[in-house]
Nanobody
Framework: QLQASGGGLVQAGGSLKLSCTVS????????LGWFRQAPGKAREFVGTISWSGLSFQYGDSVKDRVSISRRNADHTAHLQMTSLKPEDTAIYYCAAQESEYSHSYYIIDAYYDHWGHGTLVTVSS
């Protein structure tokens, strides 16, 4: 099970840090991904990080403004967002997928089997 948290209302130009907590079966390596979905739009890739934490990739629309980190010891991950824009308004989801290799990550949402409930981020202009 995954739980995203930390969303809220923030002014444009502000920052926000989202958290993702993984519970349940956590004995396997897993990559983590962040996705978002704005009203009336398709789900969009935000970023992903490998189990090792050494491999990661970000979506084109956010890559200069976000960073992902993770702590495997307590099965948590964070999405740090800066210079937020109104177009960043969306529900943000974290997802997990078991990976054989510690450096694997996935940028396509269909590759993820485990999803949490999202957290709403609203950026006011």
């Amino acid at each position: 099970q995954l739980q995203a948290s930390g969303g809220g209302l923030v002014q444009a130009g502000g920052s926000l840090k989202l958290s993702c907590t993984v519970s349940g079966r956590t004995d396997a390596n897993y990559a983590l991904g962040w996705f978002r979905q704005a009203p009336g739009k398709a789900r969009e890739f935000v970023g992903t990080i490998s189990w090792s934490g050494l491999s990661f990739q970000y979506g084109d629309s956010v890559k200069d403004r976000v960073s992902i980190s993770r702590r495997n010891a307590d099965h948590t991950a964070h999405l740090q967002m800066t210079s937020l824009k109104p177009e960043d308004t969306a529900i943000y989801y974290c997802a997990a997928q078991e990976s054989e290799y510690s450096h694997s990550y996935y940028i396509i949402d269909a590759y993820y089997d485990h999803w949490g409930h999202g957290t709403l981020v609203t950026v006011s202009s």
